[in-house]
């Protein structure tokens, strides 16, 4: 049984890690089939590289199959899982000695925005070219944000988490997300108008 009391909301999500707890492994590929898509994109966001993040999140999914008993209902278990990604991913980094993305991480700046990981399009000379020049000015006017505005910002923009997720993945309350992010909007807003304006 879940040590938490299920409700309504979080009923089907307890039963699925119940499922995974008594080793129904049809359950478990439902869980990375829900997860997969946003840790590949936290952990691409975050290394830059599509083979390495898939390495990394074949890592998560196995961590969380082996400390899903762990897993006590504080935060969401996508926050749960994406927290794992997050760190392994920094790991990764740390441990291949890769500086420059670790300041990019720590300034808060996306290796990627929207659909963070590559696709077709991303292949062809003429949408490379826009994607670059583009990104270069997004991630430029990211990157001189303060950490506690960029932060929630590429969390909710980049990895596509929502504003209570958030609030328990960085352990602030929720209006300070609402504020950062709204705030973090501003200064884009003008920065990005100064950068196209040279």
Not at 43 to 53: F, H, P, V
Not at 84 to 109: C, F, Q, T, V, W
Request: with cysteine.
């Amino acid at each position: 049984m879940s040590i938490l009391p299920m409700t309504s909301k979080h009923s089907d999500e307890w039963e699925l890690i119940d499922k995974i707890k008594s080793g129904d492994r049809g359950a478990f590929d439902t869980l990375v089939d829900k997860h997969s898509k946003r840790v590949l994109n936290l952990c691409y966001r975050l290394t830059g590289n599509k083979m390495d993040s898939e390495d990394i999140a074949q890592d998560v999914f196995v961590d969380v199959f082996r400390n899903i008993d762990r897993f006590r209902g504080e935060s969401s278990l996508s926050t749960w899982i994406l927290r794992i990604a997050h760190n392994k991913s920094l790991n990764y980094i740390r441990d291949n000695r890769k500086p420059g993305i670790i300041a990019m991480e720590l300034s808060g700046s996306g290796r990627n925005i929207g659909e963070t990981m590559p696709g077709k399009d991303s292949d062809r000379p003429d949408r490379s070219l826009e994607i670059v020049r583009n990104a270069a000015i997004l991630y430029g006017a990211i990157a001189e944000l303060p950490e506690k505005l960029s932060k929630p910002f590429s969390l909710h923009k980049l990895d596509g988490m929502p504003y209570e997720e958030i609030a328990q993945f960085l352990g602030i309350s929720l209006s300070a997300v609402e504020s950062r992010i709204h705030r973090a909007k501003q200064h884009l807003r003008k920065s990005i108008i100064r950068k196209l304006g040279k």
